[in-house]
């Protein structure tokens, strides 16, 4: 059964980067697609970025993340990363990769999270 696994989490200054990993292990793995996701306590869960497995096509559901969120993935590894820039204190959150396995639209598969925590 295949799992995700995130890493590169961590405690962060303000203005610092980090590059999330998730990979997948366990079996054959190919998803139509992948994204990353955060989430705050008492809150849902936001898609930050999505990738294309096959050819790759980003999407960014806001514009306002394109500039500090990049998305990319490495398909031999069964990798994907979120590259975050100019980290914010309001980037504290546990951020998820999800994959889309079954269905584009649905996310279907997760990775247990890895805490990101900003400090000001």
């Known amino acids: 059964q295949v799992q995700l696994v995130e890493s590169g989490g961590g405690s962060v200054q303000a203005g610092g980067s980090l590059r999330l990993s998730c990979v997948a292990s366990?079996?054959?793995?190919?998803?139509?697609?992948m994204a990353w996701f955060r989430q705050v306590p008492g809150k849902g869960r936001d898609m930050l970025a999505a990738?294309?497995?096959?050819?790759?096509?980003?999407?960014y559901p806001e514009d306002s993340l394109k500039g500090r969120f990049t998305i990319s993935r490495d398909i031999h590894k069964n990798t994907v990363f979120l590259q975050i820039d100019s980290l914010k204190f309001e980037d504290t959150a546990v951020y998820y990769c999800g994959a889309a396995v079954a269905d584009w639209n649905a996310y279907d598969l997760w990775g247990q999270g890895t805490q990101v925590t900003v400090s000001s």
């Open positions: 366990g079996g054959t793995f190919s998803p139509n697609a």
């Open positions: 990738i294309g497995w096959s050819l790759g096509g980003t999407f």
